[in-house]
Nanobody, 129 residues
Framework: QVHLVESGGGSVQAGGSLRLSCAAS????????MGWFRQAPGREREGVAH????????YYTDSVKGRFTVSEDKAENTLYLQMNSLKTEDTAMYYC??????????????????????WGQGTQVTVSS
């Protein structure tokens, strides 16, 4: 099992930047399909960015492509989400998730939240105009 803890959220003006971190502990030696998800009030949780640990695949949903970048520091067991040019529409609770079924990173199933076994507690991002 893997324990995930997000950090780095906060309040920022539109056009600003934030970097979210997801620190992993436990069984970190295996490869995972990692996902960043977000959920705004009244909306369903959506996949934002995904990465196969160890390299080989990254994916971004259209609304964040070109603005957000997912990366990892393998030595530190930490996943990052660099968010630039933030918009008010990006306001949401952001969650980090991991799936041991690495194959889901290669298809549409990457965005299904029930495909992920492990979740962090979330970190709030608020973007104001």
């Amino acid at each position: 099992q893997v324990h995930l803890v997000e950090s780095g959220g906060g309040s920022v003006q539109a056009g600003g930047s934030l970097r979210l971190s997801c620190a992993a502990s436990g069984d970190t030696s295996s490869r995972y399909c990692m996902g960043w998800f977000r959920q705004a009030p009244g909306r369903e949780r959506e996949g934002v960015a995904h990465m196969l640990t160890g390299g080989g695949m990254t994916y971004y949903t259209d609304s964040v492509k070109g603005r957000f970048t997912v990366s990892e520091d393998k030595a530190e067991n930490t996943l990052y989400l660099q968010m630039n040019s933030l918009k008010t529409e990006d306001t949401a609770m952001y969650y980090c998730a991991a799936s041991a079924a690495t194959w889901i990173c290669y298809g549409d199933n990457r965005a299904r939240q029930n495909a992920y076994n492990y979740w962090g507690q979330g970190t709030q991002v608020t973007v104001s105009s």
